[in-house]
């Protein structure tokens, strides 16, 4: 009987737990959005990207596809390989998120803003801006 109920203890505790680290506030959105501007892998940062998407670009806007906005960072990323990025500031509303990273890249330190939405329950970018980092 003690076995039992230590068992249940501990299943009601794991699955609280559980639960706590999937929510959606304590799920991160941008862990693995960063990982893949970090490696400069565009097509697995895709599987990120809306349908329809801003990209800016070192101050070149553009209002693209999915596809289009893959092409404009594979370039971006054969003309700066990608060492690392980090996230400095998130902020969040409702169903969108916000993040300020910096993307160290073919020896230059460049500010990345993105924004994603929760579209259906998954959250799709809907903007990228890249632009290189103030000196400090």
């Known amino acids: 009987m003690k076995a039992a109920l230590k068992i249940l203890l501990i299943g009601a505790a794991l699955f609280f737990w559980g639960r706590a680290g999937a929510s959606s506030d304590g799920y991160d959105v941008f862990n693995p959005i960063v990982k893949y501007f970090g490696q400069g892998n565009v097509d697995k940062l895709s599987a990120w990207f809306a349908d329809n998407l801003e990209v800016s670009i070192l101050s070149t806007n553009n209002d693209c596809s ?69 000196i400090r």
Request: proline share 1%; glycine share 6%; with cysteine.
């Open 66 to 134: 999915k596809n289009q906005a893959k092409q404009i960072l594979k370039t971006f990323f054969s003309n700066h390989n990608p060492r690392s990025m980090d996230i400095i500031h998130t902020a969040s509303k409702a169903n969108s998120k916000y993040a300020l990273g910096e993307l160290n890249a073919g020896g230059e330190v460049f500010r990345v803003t993105l924004f994603v939405s929760n579209c259906n329950g998954e959250y799709k970018i809907q903007q990228i801006k890249i632009d290189q980092a103030q």
